[in-house]
Each structure stands twice: as structure tokens, then as C-alpha cells.
């Protein structure tokens, strides 16, 4: 891409040439989200009470080759989406100019944070809030309705706090998780900035360790996913 690491001496400059870049990736990756959501290759077709599947693929290649696609080709959409945001969150991010400085978590940064935040919160935290919202309005009023009973999978309790776990941190709307963890993430970039302005491309190797072998399987599940700060983390570092 042609840009320095965030631990030199130089500020991270967007040109035009890589904001072409980065939008044309993004593009791609957007194409890639959409074909893991996309409907099963697969049709079930109902007859002589059973239950037949039948491949949409007119061969054995062309099965391979479409399963190789969505459970293979299009997994580098999510991590690669993790790292383009933490680069383009600290863009033009000033650092010291002089080499034996050691940097502050926020104070060298104070405006830049300011800045970054105030124009997340509109991109990242108000849409979250409100398509989050969306969902759980539409669950409850599903719920308290005869037809719930066709999905009694959908069941929201009344109570504050678990109304406000679904609103911010749990939502109904499972792809939402992006977001939130992204929303995470962002909140703590001055940890994120500082580690790697000290210790430049070793919270990326260590986190990416944990991510490969998967020795903190509980945080996918209880805090959040191992996938994001990995990629966030380099991406600041790129």
C-alpha cells in the first residue's frame, strides 16, 4: 500500500490512490459477506414423506467448487473488514518525531481520539442502537401475537436487564456482532495505540497466536471474539 508502520516517525496519510484501494477491497468483501449469508445451495424437496436434498450444482467440481467458495474463500471477508477498520481509525494519527520518546496512552493523542470517536459514534453506535432496537421491538411484538407459535425460538423476557443486555451487548439480530465488537474495539483504541506504538508488531503476533490456537475459547462466547482485536491490532499497526 505503500505507508509506514504506526510505530515510525511519520503520521499514516490516506492518498488517493489508497483510498481507491481500500474501497475497492471493501467492494469485494462486502460481495464475499453477502455470498456466506446467501441461501443454501441446496433445495429440499418433499416427496413420499421424506425429505430429499438435491444439489443446485449439475456436478461433483461444480459442488466442490462452491463449497470451497463459501466455507473457504469468503471466511477472509470478516478478518480482513477487522483490519481495514483498525487502519482507517488511526489515520493521520500523529507520532512523535523523535525516536527515543516514549508515548502516552491518550494524552499524545487526545485530539485525534476526540475526533475519531465523535464520528464513530455517528457510523458505528447510533445505527447499532437503532437497527438493535428495530429487532427487539419486532420480537416482542411477534411474541404477543398467535403467531408466535410458529417460532417459539423467539422469546424475549421483559425484565430491565435482560431487555438492555438484548439492546447493547446481546442483540437479536446475530450479524450485529460485527458492529458491537467494533464498537468495543474502539473504545479501547488508546490500549490498542499504545501497545503498538511501544511494542510495535508483538500484540499483533501474541493476540494472533491466541486467535490461531484458539487458547481463549472462552472470549468468543462471554466477552468478544478473538478474531477482532487480532485484525483491529494489525491494522493499526500497518
Excluded at 128 to 139: H, N
Aim: hydrophobic share 50%.
Amino acid at each position: 500500500f505503500g505507508f509506514r508502520s504506526a510505530h515510525g516517525l511519520n503520521a499514516k496519510k490516506m492518498t488517493d490512490s489508497l483510498s481507491t484501494k481500500v474501497q475497492a477491497i471493501g467492494f469485494l468483501l462486502i460481495f464475499l459477506v453477502v455470498i456466506i449469508h446467501s441461501a443454501d445451495s441446496e433445495r429440499i424437496i418433499e416427496g413420499s414423506g421424506m425429505h430429499h436434498r438435491v444439489h443446485v450444482s449439475s456436478s461433483v467440481i461444480g459442488s466442490a467448487v462452491a463449497v470451497f467458495v463459501r466455507t473457504g474463500v469468503t471466511r477472509i471477508a470478516v478478518p480482513l473488514f477487522f483490519m481495514i477498520s483498525g487502519f482507517l481509525f488511526f489515520q493521520n494519527f500523529k507520532t512523535s518525531e523523535s525516536p527515543s520518546a516514549k508515548p502516552g496512552m491518550f494524552t499524545d493523542n487526545r485530539a485525534d481520539f476526540a475526533q475519531k470517536w465523535k464520528r464513530r459514534f455517528r457510523s458505528l453506535v447510533v445505527p447499532y442502537v437503532l437497527w438493535s432496537a428495530i429487532y427487539l421491538i419486532a420480537a416482542c411484538l411477534w411474541q404477543s401475537t398467535p403467531l408466535s407459535s410458529l417460532n417459539p425460538t423467539i422469546h424475549v423476557s421483559y425484565r430491565v436487564h435482560e431487555l438492555l443486555t438484548r439492546l447493547f451487548l446481546n442483540p437479536l439480530g446475530q450479524h450485529l456482532w460485527f458492529m458491537r465488537d467494533l464498537i468495543l474495539l474502539v473504545l479501547i483504541s488508546p490500549v490498542i495505540w499504545y501497545l503498538v506504538r511501544r511494542h510495535g508488531v508483538a500484540p499483533s503476533l501474541i493476540m494472533g497466536g491466541l486467535w490461531l490456537f484458539g487458547l481463549c475459547p472462552g472470549w468468543e462466547r462471554q466477552v468478544i471474539s478473538l478474531t477482532g482485536p487480532f485484525f483491529f491490532t494489525t491494522g493499526a499497526y500497518l
